[in-house]
């Protein structure tokens, strides 16, 4: 597999990798990796889709099949959006690459359009994997660990900003996720990860995102 490591330090355990393949976004399994890029560029009718969605107040949350999509029926309310086509496609494959990888019973699935920033502290999720995809807008943030503290996380800041606590040791080292590019986020849950879950924040950019995630469901 064609790998990138994002080297921001003398050690790269854990760390981010932006890969060439969808292939590729398997890497997310090896212990060292808390973060897989895989870059795109969006083709016009999801282009088009994406802008005109970013004007509308969408907040959807669900959860579908792992195995049967019904993403059409999902997103029926934005049928007369230009590109409505493409999206469906577009989202029922990355569904389809998330479900090869972690194989779960459901998926856990979220389209939002933010006019701000919904967590603007840097942070990790107590998930295992988690898929995202900004259509439109900035992308998510993240720190590899050579540039953050992570006993400055979450209480241990004292309520000061992330630069004024001392978490982001190297500011110019904070990186985006591009839009547009499918992101597999490992979180705190993921077995053998505990506190090695990705750093990560939304963008203080207050220009309309689209974003799309979908998380592993397993039921008993």
């Known amino acids: 597999m064609a790998a990138h490591p994002e080297r921001f330090g003398e050690t790269s355990v854990p760390a981010s990798r932006q ?19 895989l870059p795109r560029v969006l083709c016009p009718d999801l282009q088009a889709f994406s802008k005109a969605a970013c004007a509308q107040p969408i907040a959807l949350n669900g959860v579908l099949p792992a195995s049967e999509g019904g993403w059409t029926a999902w ?16 989202v029922s494959a990355l569904a389809e690459i998330y479900a090869s990888l972690l194989e779960p019973d459901a998926l856990g ?21 988690r898929l995202l995809c900004t259509y439109a807008g900035p992308g998510t943030q993240w720190l590899d660990d050579p540039s953050a503290d992570r006993r400055l996380l979450g209480p241990g800041a004292g309520g000061r900003s992330d630069t004024e606590s001392g978490l ?21 849950t993921f077995p053998g990860n505990a ?12 220009a309309p995102r689209l974003l799309f995630s979908l998380d592993a469901v397993w039921q008993d």
């Open 109 to 129: 699935v979220r389209l939002h359009q933010l006019a701000g920033p919904m967590c603007p502290r840097l942070h990790v999720d107590r998930v295992g994997i």
């Open 168 to 188: 982001i040791r190297t500011p110019e080292l904070v990186r985006s996720i591009p839009t547009g590019a499918i992101a597999l986020l490992k979180g705190e």
């Open 75 to 90: 997103l029926a309310a934005y049928a007369g959006l230009p590109g409505h086509r493409a999206f469906v496609e577009d």
């Open 19 to 37: 890969v060439d393949t969808i292939a590729d976004l398997a890497l997310i399994y090896e212990p060292d990796v808390n973060l897989c890029v």
């Open 195 to 206: 506190g090695h879950g990705v750093i990560h924040r939304s963008p203080a950019d207050p």
